[in-house]
């Protein structure tokens, strides 16, 4: 008899112990979740807002651009993109290529900058600018990247680039745009 008592109170203790173990474990799965959560609807943000800013910006006045590009890109990134665009040409401020490149080599890939050509997409021209895809290929700390395809119907044009988003002071901006040729 006591036997079984003794046996019966360590198969409770046994039990009881396993229980906890349980319990624990949970919780630290459920914050996991929360936290993924959380990233994915930020990146889901990011996303919204880079798609609305594309058309926003290609639907301004065409003699607003330079301002409305100024708000939506960091300070860094609007005058690399500047720099960029007016490279080799007769303006104030032009730089030549090789010194756009010692420039800016420390903070930007300065081969895929789109030199002389325009921001977001390599054309001067356009009809209707529309964003087809906009897929996150990566984020980290307020940091999103997403391959963006701009297409323009009117001129048969296809514009794919790679864009990274910057959340500064709670709001989303563009810090640096890789771009490619037309397709």
Request: aromatic residues 10%; proline residues 2%; contains cysteine.
């Amino acid at each position: 008899m006591k036997r079984t008592i003794i046996a019966s109170l360590f198969l409770i203790v046994a039990c009881k112990e396993k229980k906890e173990i349980k319990t624990n474990v949970k919780p630290q799965q459920t914050e996991e979740k929360v936290v993924l959560n959380n990233e994915s609807s930020e990146a889901e943000d990011a996303k919204k807002w880079l798609e609305k800013s594309i058309v926003d910006y290609f639907k301004a006045d065409i003699g607003s651009e330079e301002k409305h590009m100024k708000k939506i890109t960091t300070k860094d990134y609007f005058d690399y993109k500047t720099d960029a665009t007016n490279v080799d040409m007769d303006v104030d401020g032009s730089l030549t290529e090789r010194e756009f490149q010692d420039k800016w080599k420390s903070k930007f890939d300065t081969h895929k900058a789109g030199i002389g050509v325009g921001f977001l997409i390599t054309a001067q021209d356009w009809n209707k600018i529309e964003v087809v895809s906009c897929d996150l290929k990566s984020s980290s700390n307020d940091e999103y990247t997403f391959n963006v395809v701009l297409v323009d119907d009117g001129f048969k044009a296809k514009y794919p680039s790679v864009i990274k988003v910057v959340k500064e002071n709670g709001s989303f901006l563009i810090a640096d745009v890789v771009q490619d040729e037309p397709k």
